[in-house]
């Protein structure tokens, strides 16, 4: 079946502008997270949904960041007045405790903030 | 602080040879998961370790936990050219995963 899906792959914007990252998780998944990677390192957790409510939100560094996944299945990751330093590959992942807590990552949406 | 941290950050090995990639964390947990990240491209799971003492192998690599030790080791038989990648180890806590700074694979011919 079809994998994790984001969109865009990639993202040019400028410094201050508004920008929307979208994920379609596995069906059937109902935990979806977001993960924030930047060059050279591991991913960095930012949030965490379990059906449509937000379970964890506890990596999002500032409230410039916000997620919704209004309807359990798709989510949008939202960031206000971009700066240089948000420029990273965001990652989402889905899982299922049908499958041993195994995170199945999505290919990702490149964003670079110039 | 739940601290993830793999050694070496980068290896360089030729074709044919052996060698073990590391992965301590800082508290203790009975689950391990390795992944696997080709460049440009997002993380694939290879391995889960569910329990102390779980080894599991798939083709050249072999993984396995020490839960005591807070130890998982990610080894390598044989290296061939296509096992190059950046390797990554994950300890769940909490409602996150959280991962190592990765070990750079390079297999040289």
């Known amino acids: 079946g079809a994998g994790v899906s984001q969109t865009p792959s990639n993202k040019v914007t400028e410094k201050g502008k508004y920008v929307e990252l979208r994920c379609d998780p596995i069906s059937g998944h109902t935990a979806l997270y977001w993960y924030r990677q930047s060059l050279g390192q591991g991913p960095e957790f930012l949030i965490y949904f379990q059906g449509t409510g937000a379970a964890d939100d506890s990596g999002l560094p500032n409230d410039r960041f916000f997620a919704v996944r209004p309807e359990g299945s798709v989510s949008t990751l939202k960031i206000q007045r971009t700066e240089r330093g948000d420029s990273a590959v965001y990652l989402c992942?889905?899982?299922?405790?049908?499958?041993?807590?195994?995170?199945?990552f999505g290919p990702g949406t490149r964003l670079t903030v110039t | 602080e739940l601290k993830v941290e793999q050694n070496p950050l980068f290896l360089s090995m030729q074709e044919g040879k052996n060698y073990t990639i590391y992965c301590n964390y800082s508290t203790t947990s009975d689950r391990l998961y390795w992944y696997r990240q080709d460049p440009g491209k997002s993380l694939e799971s290879l391995f889960v370790?569910?329990?102390?003492?779980a080894v599991k192998q798939e083709g050249r690599l072999m993984a396995s936990l020490d839960t005591k030790a807070r130890l998982s080791t990610l080894h390598i038989t044989a290296a061939v050219h296509d096992l190059s990648a950046t390797y990554f180890c994950a300890r769940p806590g909490g409602n996150q995963f959280y991962f190592g700074t990765g070990t750079s694979l390079t297999v040289i011919p």
């Open positions: 992942a889905s899982s299922s405790t049908r499958t041993s807590g195994v995170f199945y």
């Open positions: 370790l569910l329990s102390n003492g």
